[in-house]
């Protein structure tokens, strides 16, 4: 019998809907391969067995009785980031804070989810509240790359990214603040997509910087990503900042980018995202995607945006100032942890208490570099300024999509680097978002998609393709005709079979 | 530009209610200011005739309808409290020793 773990999600659907195999066997099977090899990966931090098989009953049952498949990725298994809300389910956003927490409610994206059939097998490891570029930053342990398990599997989204390359889902979600999306795909060889700002829903997706949060689709086709964007992403009335247009044909465009003509498409190569502090292997697997985006018929120029170096000091004064107000909220007084209470102290030390032990150092770095940001006499020189580049980035990319339809660049300047190489550097490990942050502050789409292993030293690399608002069809188009050029990747990653942690 | 002491660290972590050590303080004073300095490179380009930008999508006031919809119960709101009596949160005592 086939290795279900190995089908991609639209291969499984079709076996599921055609009553070749059920839901049920698919879940079990992912539920072993979880039990055979996250202890060495950690990529999850709670398997929910019980709820992803009942689940999967529910979508066998329905196929029984005659009854069409909910979406077209019903009955398939997915990995859910432990940012978002699940009723019921631990939802710890990698933090001390929220370790017993059981939402009383399903995020938007978990009730979409559901409601598609998709069995949700449980939820996946994280840097703390979303915060940091490696997944070192979660309170319960970090989680490897499957490629090489001495190394980071990128972040926030570590968990989500591990769990597809070491094959235990095939689908998975992420949120993409600054590139927790992207850059963890670009280090474990899959594809992962920020789609446009306001294109899927935040109620339940717990906040971190309100103006840059966005979740989006992880797979390991760009095929798969696209079924499942248009799975969750749409108008939702719960979240104000929800965009009520109707959802771009994502599905079709992949369609049509893998037949591998790209004629008439114009590509942008951002001049800026070169150079110095770009390894090697990583520049030379760039420089290899370009031209074979021009051999596929694209039209390749260079463009510059000029402002797009200033996105990483402004993204790092805007997501801590947000950071800063939202996880305010974490108060100990009405859910989440509390220490101290013990009669002698006042809630307000309780509060402060509880926050200092169940916050890591990177989020009570960032907190403080927001507080002080925000703070009166230091506003404008920091927050404000940070703002206007916010401006100034967006007509950067609004000057670019008049000459060109998507701009590409690599996704991260390296490939996956060591667990603990920049754990005490803040300012090295942000570095790793210097390619991806410009699309959350403009909110743009962008998607990494596979581009091959790097020559120096055999890890993955990305590329990264951006489109303009509300067009994230171009993305899937562009990502699907590369990805056929460039061919699989993710069968030549190690065997985890029998690894012990 | 920036400058961070010890004392502010204290201070800024006050404001934000974490109950900092010693330890943390001196590192953190340090991270901070590198932090700091390498952020402060966006007062090069924040020219005054720039506008701000707060979101990438215009923001409107969103209403709905004003009528009742299912919502929590007390019950529910009352799972995840650290601490509950008589169907209401209990918190500790809102005044210090020397209030």
Same mark, same amino acid.
């Given at each position: 019998?086939?290795?279900?773990?190995?089908?991609?999600?639209?291969?499984?659907?079709?076996?599921?809907?055609?009553?070749?195999?059920?839901?049920?066997?698919?879940?079990?099977?992912?539920?072993?391969?979880?039990?055979?090899?996250?202890?060495?990966?950690?990529?999850?931090?709670?398997?929910?067995?019980?709820g992803a098989l009942e689940a999967a009953r529910s979508v066998d049952g329905d196929l029984a009785e005659g009854r069409q498949p909910a979406s077209p990725i019903a009955g398939v298994p997915l990995a859910l980031k432990d940012v978002l809300t699940t009723k019921g389910v631990p939802t710890t956003c990698g933090s001390k804070t929220l370790e017993n927490w059981l939402p009383p409610y399903d995020s938007t994206v978990t009730r979409r989810l559901r409601k598609a059939g998709v069995v949700i097998l449980g939820k996946t490891n994280m840097d703390e509240f979303a915060m940091g570029s490696s997944t070192e930053n979660s309170a319960f342990g970090p989680t490897r790359n499957p490629w090489d398990r001495d190394r980071i599997p990128g972040g926030s989204g570590g968990g989500s990214s591990a769990s597809l390359a070491a094959f235990e889902a095939p689908l998975a979600i992420g949120t993409d603040t600054g590139g927790s999306i992207r850059q963890p795909a670009s280090v474990t060889g899959t594809v992962g997509v920020k789609p446009t700002y306001g294109g899927v829903s935040r109620y339940g997706l717990v906040a971190f910087s309100s103006s840059l949060d966005q979740a989006g689709p992880c797979a390991r086709t760009v095929t798969d990503a696209a079924l499942l964007h248009e799975a969750i992403a749409g108008h939702d009335p719960l979240d104000s900042t929800s965009v009520n247009v109707p959802v771009p044909p994502v599905v079709e465009a992949a369609r049509q980018g893998a037949t591998g003509?790209?004629?008439?498409?114009?590509?942008?190569?951002?001049?800026?995202?070169?150079?110095?502090?770009?390894?090697?292997g990583v520049q030379r697997s760039f420089e290899a995607a370009v031209a074979q985006l021009r051999e596929l018929g694209a039209e390749v120029v260079e463009v510059s945006c000029p402002h797009f170096t200033y996105a990483l000091p402004a993204y790092y004064l805007i997501a801590p100032s947000e950071c800063s107000s939202n996880l305010a909220r974490f108060d100990a007084m009405r859910y989440g942890l509390r220490v101290a209470d013990d009669g002698d102290h006042s809630a307000e030390e309780v509060m402060s208490l509880t926050r200092e032990a169940g916050f890591g150092a990177e989020v009570k770095r960032r907190i403080m570099l927001g507080t002080y940001a925000l703070s009166s006499g230091y506003y404008d020189a920091y927050y404000g300024s940070a703002q206007k580049v916010r401006t100034l980035i967006t007509r950067d990319f609004t000057a670019a999509f008049e000459q060109v339809d998507v701009l590409v660049s690599p996704t991260t300047p390296t490939t996956a680097f060591r667990i603990g190489e920049r754990v005490d550097d803040p300012l090295a490990m942000y570095l790793a978002d210097l390619c991806t942050i410009p699309s959350n502050l403009a909110g743009n789409a962008a998607m990494s998609v596979p581009s091959g292993l790097s020559e120096d030293d055999g890890?993955?690399?990305?590329?990264?393709?951006?489109?303009? *608002?509300?067009?994230?069809?171009?993305?899937?188009?562009?990502?699907?005709?590369?990805?056929? *050029?460039?061919?699989?990747?993710?069968?030549?990653?190690?065997?985890?079979?029998?690894?012990?942690? | 530009m920036s400058n961070i002491s010890r004392d502010e660290v204290a201070h800024l972590a006050k404001l934000a209610r974490m109950a900092v050590t010693e330890e943390e303080l001196d590192v953190f004073a340090g991270q901070l200011d590198q932090i700091l300095d390498a952020v402060a490179k966006v007062g090069e380009v924040a020219a005054d005739d720039i506008p701000p930008t707060s979101h990438a999508v215009p923001l409107t006031n969103v209403f709905r309808e004003d009528v009742v919809r299912p919502g929590l119960t007390q019950q529910e709101a009352l799972a995840g409290a650290p601490a509950a009596e008589e169907g209401r949160f209990r918190v500790p005592r809102i005044l210090g020793e020397e209030q």
């Amino acid at each position: 019998m086939t290795d279900l773990t190995r089908l991609t999600a639209a291969e499984l659907a079709a076996k599921i809907h055609a009553r070749e195999v059920t839901s049920v066997e698919v879940t079990q099977a992912h539920l072993d391969r979880i039990a055979e090899v996250d202890d060495a990966v950690h990529a999850f931090l709670h398997v929910d067995a019980e709820g992803a098989l009942e689940a999967a009953r529910s979508v066998d049952g329905d196929l029984a009785e005659g009854r069409q498949p909910a979406s077209p990725i019903a009955g398939v298994p997915l990995a859910l980031k432990d940012v978002l809300t699940t009723k019921g389910v631990p939802t710890t956003c990698g933090s001390k804070t929220l370790e017993n927490w059981l939402p009383p409610y399903d995020s938007t994206v978990t009730r979409r989810l559901r409601k598609a059939g998709v069995v949700i097998l449980g939820k996946t490891n994280m840097d703390e509240f979303a915060m940091g570029s490696s997944t070192e930053n979660s309170a319960f342990g970090p989680t490897r790359n499957p490629w090489d398990r001495d190394r980071i599997p990128g972040g926030s989204g570590g968990g989500s990214s591990a769990s597809l390359a070491a094959f235990e889902a095939p689908l998975a979600i992420g949120t993409d603040t600054g590139g927790s999306i992207r850059q963890p795909a670009s280090v474990t060889g899959t594809v992962g997509v920020k789609p446009t700002y306001g294109g899927v829903s935040r109620y339940g997706l717990v906040a971190f910087s309100s103006s840059l949060d966005q979740a989006g689709p992880c797979a390991r086709t760009v095929t798969d990503a696209a079924l499942l964007h248009e799975a969750i992403a749409g108008h939702d009335p719960l979240d104000s900042t929800s965009v009520n247009v109707p959802v771009p044909p994502v599905v079709e465009a992949a369609r049509q980018g893998a037949t591998g003509d790209l004629k008439g498409v114009r590509v942008g190569v951002v001049t800026e995202f070169a150079g110095e502090g770009y390894q090697p292997g990583v520049q030379r697997s760039f420089e290899a995607a370009v031209a074979q985006l021009r051999e596929l018929g694209a039209e390749v120029v260079e463009v510059s945006c000029p402002h797009f170096t200033y996105a990483l000091p402004a993204y790092y004064l805007i997501a801590p100032s947000e950071c800063s107000s939202n996880l305010a909220r974490f108060d100990a007084m009405r859910y989440g942890l509390r220490v101290a209470d013990d009669g002698d102290h006042s809630a307000e030390e309780v509060m402060s208490l509880t926050r200092e032990a169940g916050f890591g150092a990177e989020v009570k770095r960032r907190i403080m570099l927001g507080t002080y940001a925000l703070s009166s006499g230091y506003y404008d020189a920091y927050y404000g300024s940070a703002q206007k580049v916010r401006t100034l980035i967006t007509r950067d990319f609004t000057a670019a999509f008049e000459q060109v339809d998507v701009l590409v660049s690599p996704t991260t300047p390296t490939t996956a680097f060591r667990i603990g190489e920049r754990v005490d550097d803040p300012l090295a490990m942000y570095l790793a978002d210097l390619c991806t942050i410009p699309s959350n502050l403009a909110g743009n789409a962008a998607m990494s998609v596979p581009s091959g292993l790097s020559e120096d030293d055999g890890l993955p690399v990305g590329l990264q393709i951006m489109a303009p *608002a509300l067009a994230d069809d171009r993305l899937y188009r562009v990502g699907a005709a590369y990805e056929v *050029a460039r061919g699989p990747l993710l069968d030549r990653v190690p065997e985890l079979k029998g690894v012990s942690a | 530009m920036s400058n961070i002491s010890r004392d502010e660290v204290a201070h800024l972590a006050k404001l934000a209610r974490m109950a900092v050590t010693e330890e943390e303080l001196d590192v953190f004073a340090g991270q901070l200011d590198q932090i700091l300095d390498a952020v402060a490179k966006v007062g090069e380009v924040a020219a005054d005739d720039i506008p701000p930008t707060s979101h990438a999508v215009p923001l409107t006031n969103v209403f709905r309808e004003d009528v009742v919809r299912p919502g929590l119960t007390q019950q529910e709101a009352l799972a995840g409290a650290p601490a509950a009596e008589e169907g209401r949160f209990r918190v500790p005592r809102i005044l210090g020793e020397e209030q």
